[in-house]
C-alpha cells in the first residue's frame, strides 16, 4: 500500500481533519487525524494493518503490542496478519503497564504498532515495558507518523504507513491561538 493509498483512505473517512487542535502531547496544532475516524471502518482498518505486517511478514514476530486505545485495535488486526498473539499496554496512576495477566516472555520478539505519532512518547513508554520483560523490540510500526521524523526510538527501528510533516505549536507560540481561532480537545490518553 503507498502512502498516497493510505492517505486517501484517511481523507475519505475524514480522519485528518483541519482546525486548531490541542494534542494528547499539550502542543497545538492546525491538523489533527482522528484515528476513530477510520478505525471505525472494519474494511480500511484490516486493509491498514495488512500493510503494517507486511512489512514484517519474515521478521519472526511472536507478539504485537499496542498501547490503549487504538492500538488495542491496530494490534488485533496486525497480529491477526501475522498470525501471532496481540496484547496491549494501559495507564496504571499514569504509568504504562500490561495489565488483564498479559506477560511477555525472555526474548519474545515484539512488534510495537501506533496509530498516531506526534512526539513517540507513548511509543517510548510501551519499548520500556517490553524491555522490561527482556523481550525484544523488534520494531515500531505507525499507522501515522506526523512528527515529521523527529520521533526517536532509539536503538528501535520505526517505520509508517503515512509521513506527515505537521507543524506543532507550544502554547505560547501558537499562531493560532493569537489570531483567536478556537481550540479543540481531541482524545482522551488521561495523561
Do not use: W
Request: proline residues 4%; aromatic residues 6%; charged residues 25%.
Amino acid at each position: 500500500m503507498t502512502e498516497q493509498e493510505v492517505r486517501e483512505i484517511l481523507v475519505k473517512t475524514n480522519a485528518i481533519m483541519d482546525g486548531h487542535f490541542l494534542l494528547t502531547s499539550g502542543l497545538h496544532s492546525p491538523y489533527y487525524v482522528e484515528k476513530f475516524n477510520v478505525l471505525q471502518h472494519p474494511k480500511y482498518t484490516e486493509q491498514l494493518c495488512k500493510a503494517m505486517a507486511e512489512k514484517f511478514k519474515d521478521a519472526n514476530i511472536e507478539t504485537v503490542v499496542g498501547p490503549v486505545t487504538g492500538g488495542i485495535i491496530l494490534a488485533h488486526e496486525t497480529g491477526k496478519a501475522l498470525g501471532t498473539r496481540a496484547i496491549f499496554t494501559e495507564r496504571v496512576d499514569g504509568k504504562m503497564t500490561f495489565r488483564r495477566g498479559f506477560s511477555l516472555h525472555e526474548g519474545e520478539r515484539v512488534l510495537i504498532v501506533e496509530d498516531i505519532v506526534t512526539t513517540g512518547g507513548s511509543i517510548k513508554e510501551v519499548i520500556d515495558v517490553v524491555k522490561s520483560y527482556n523481550a525484544v523490540p523488534v520494531a515500531v510500526s505507525m499507522l501515522v507518523d506526523r512528527s515529521g521524523g523527529k520521533a526517536d526510538f532509539g536503538d528501535v527501528p520505526a517505520t509508517a504507513l503515512l509521513k506527515m510533516n505537521v507543524e506543532t505549536y507550544k502554547p505560547e507560540d501558537c499562531p493560532l491561538c493569537k489570531n483567536n481561532v478556537p481550540i479543540t480537545k481531541r482524545g482522551s490518553t488521561g495523561k
